[in-house]
Every structure is written in structure tokens, then in C-alpha cells.
């Protein structure tokens, strides 16, 4: 079976049959490397397809053959269910990503052990689409419109919005809508939350409907991007592991922002057909420059992190406010990194 084909249900099985393997006493492999050290298994749990986007750097690093200097045997699988992250959080998956604060907030405020450990892109990946021309131009004109609501709960960016720009929600008509992005083009709603990777380049090429972008940066949101999370234990018990799986993955990010044609390639490799190289070029340039910073790739900024705490409190997407250190473990991400470039291997 691909492990690029796997179905939910797979995935939850996938997860399981590792759950009971986790339990039982295997033997460890030779390293590849000639070190003294035993190969380690490593499992992470992707939340979204392969595309040329700031999560790709964990294939390029098992393409580049990263992982197998740093004596670290890789597998992965999909989900498209933030509530899949607990998988994590029971260590069937040591590390996977999430695309906000709120979803490590409300995970870690019910017990389970997680932290952030670096960023994989910096700035959020979601905005608010309307078609060109649109008289739609600031979160206060959404009032008497029809505004897309992906599956779950509205996103923290758009209630962020709307407070900012005070915006009277009983006056807008939110609709549930999926991932197609055809609600926009069939006028099933006049603003559509999207991600900027991917979904602005859809509309355009293949649903012919040009849009602008409404960016909740503009208007009050805190800005982070895609985070890598971990289980808390096992990097307790397994610290010297999870460091040589994370500066084999950051060393992949640099080679993500330095190599753009080699990235898209490998993105098509392992991508299958869903996505177009035109897109994946698209989504490389969206992404490259957002998973750079001054500090180092992989940077975890703890300011931007506690704002976005005050404000999900202040709006009520939490009920408790954590404290940031339980949250946020940057420790790791300060042996991975010396003067911004990544120690490897």
C-alpha cells in the first residue's frame, strides 16, 4: 500500500497496529551510518497532501537521505482532522503539524502532552477570498454578505477579524463550505476562507474566478504559521532522538528555501497527480519566503505565540489562559541552531 494513498480509515488503523507495536519489545537495527547508535523509528502525521508547502522538508529530508545519517527510520501518514492530532498526543505519532495556537491551546488544556518545537513557516497560511472586483474590501463590510465557514469551528483569525473591525456577526450569513473552493465561484457565498498556498491559485487556473485577498494580519490577527508539535513524553525519554529527527528536518528546510526546481520536483515525486507542477510552483513561491527568518529556520516567535493566547482568551475560544512555557518548548530549536544556521549533522 502507498503510503500517499491512504484513506482516514487507513490512517486510524495505521495508527493503531503502531500503537500495539509501540508496546512490544522489538529488536533495534544496526545503524546505516557505522555509528554505535540503534536506528530509531519515527512516525509523523502529516495534516494535509503533499504539496511544495513548509511541511515538505520531512520528505526531502528522507529523500536526501538526512534522516539515515542521523540514524532516524522515517513513515508518515495523513490527516485532514485537526482532532487527529491526539494520536499524537497518545505516541502512535511522535510529531506531526498544526496550522494555529487554538488547536495546541485546547489540546494541551485537556492534558495532553503536547508542545510546539519549531516553526515551519512563520505567517498564517489563511485569509479571506473575495472575487476581484468585489466591493468586499475590510472585515466590516462581511455585514449583510455570505461568509464561508470551514469544517469545524470558524477560524480564530476570522473572529479576531471581526472583533477588530467591529463587525455585528448577527449580520452576516455564515455558510459551511469544504475545500474545493467552487463555493466562491458559484456564488454560494461572497467571502471564502482559503489558504494562500494553494487555493487562490485554484480559483484562478481552474475554476476561472481571479480573487483578492482579505489578510487577517491587516486587521489585528497575531500572525503563525504552520508549527511542528511532539509528544511531550517522548521527548522526555528520547531527547537526543527527537534532536537528530529535527536537525535532519531543519537542514531540509534550508534546502526547501535554497533549491527551488529540486523542491517542486520532489514535491511532484512524492505528490502524486492531485497536484499540477504549475501548482506546486505556486505554492513553493507562496511558501519559500515565509519559512525564512532572521534567527534561523524553524524559529518559534514566543511574543507572537502570547499574543495570540491573550486574544484567543479575550475571545473565548478558550476558557483558561496557559501558561506560554506549556505550550512552547524552544530548547530544542536552541541546539538545533547556532548563529541562525542549522547544526548538522
Not at 454578505?145 to 472583533?163: C, D, I, N, Q, S
Not at 505556486?282 to 491573550?310: H, L
Request: net charge neutral; proline share 6%; charged share 20%.
Amino acid at each position: 500500500m502507498s503510503q500517499l494513498g491512504l484513506t482516514r480509515r487507513q490512517v486510524l488503523m495505521s495508527a493503531a497496529a503502531a500503537a500495539v507495536a509501540a508496546c512490544t519489545p522489538g529488536a533495534t537495527s544496526p545503524s546505516p551510518s557505522g555509528s554505535q547508535r540503534a536506528v530509531a523509528p519515527f512516525k509523523f502525521l502529516f495534516g494535509f497532501t503533499v504539496q511544495a508547502n513548509p511541511s515538505l522538508p520531512v520528505i526531502i529530508a528522507k529523500e536526501l537521505g538526512y534522516y539515515t545519517q542521523e540514524d532516524i527510520n522515517i513513515s508518515w501518514d495523513f490527516t485532514t482532522d485537526s482532532t487527529s492530532i491526539r494520536l499524537i498526543g497518545t505516541n502512535q505519532y511522535q510529531s506531526g503539524s498544526v496550522s494555529d495556537v487554538a488547536t495546541v491551546a485546547n489540546f494541551v488544556s485537556q492534558g495532553i502532552p503536547l508542545k510546539a518545537v519549531c516553526q515551519q513557516g512563520q505567517a498564517s497560511a489563511r485569509a479571506f477570498a473575495v472575487k476581484q472586483g468585489s466591493p468586499i474590501k475590510r472585515p466590516k463590510d462581511f455585514e449583510g454578505k455570505k461568509v464561508g465557514v470551514k469544517p469545524g469551528a470558524p477560524w480564530t483569525e476570522y473572529l479576531a477579524m471581526l472583533a477588530y473591525d467591529k463587525v455585528d456577526r448577527t449580520k452576516i450569513t455564515e455558510v459551511p463550505v469544504g475545500f474545493s473552493s467552487v463555493e466562491l465561484k458559484d456564488n454560494l457565498v461572497d467571502v471564502l476562507p482559503v489558504f494562500t498556498g494553494n487555493e487562490p491559485f485554484v480559483l484562478k487556473n481552474q475554476l476561472n474566478t481571479p480573487v483578492e485577498l482579505i489578510l487577517p494580519s491587516n486587521y489585528g490577527f497575531p500572525s503563525v504559521g504552520t508549527t511542528m508539535v511532539a509528544n511531550t513524553d517522548y521527548i522526555k525519554n528520547n531527547r537526543g532522538v527527537f534532536l537528530r529527527f529535527l536537525k535532519a528536518t531543519m537542514k531540509a528546510q534550508e534546502y526547501f528555501i535554497a533549491n527551488r526546481d529540486q523542491t517542486i520536483q520532489i514535491a511532484i515525486q512524492y505528490g502524486g497527480t492531485a497536484t499540477s507542477k504549475d501548482q506546486h510552483a505556486f505554492i513553493y513561491d507562496v511558501s519559500a519566503p515565509d519559512m525564512k527568518s532572521p534567527k534561523g529556520v524553524g524559529w518559534i516567535d514566543k511574543n507572537a505565540w502570547q499574543q495570540n493566547i491573550d486574544l484567543l482568551l479575550s475571545l473565548g475560544v478558550i476558557k483558561t489562559k496557559p501558561n506560554i512555557d506549556d505550550l512552547v518548548d524552544t530548547s530544542l530549536m536552541d541546539e538545533v541552531l547556532k548563529d541562525g544556521k542549522v547544526v548538522f549533522p
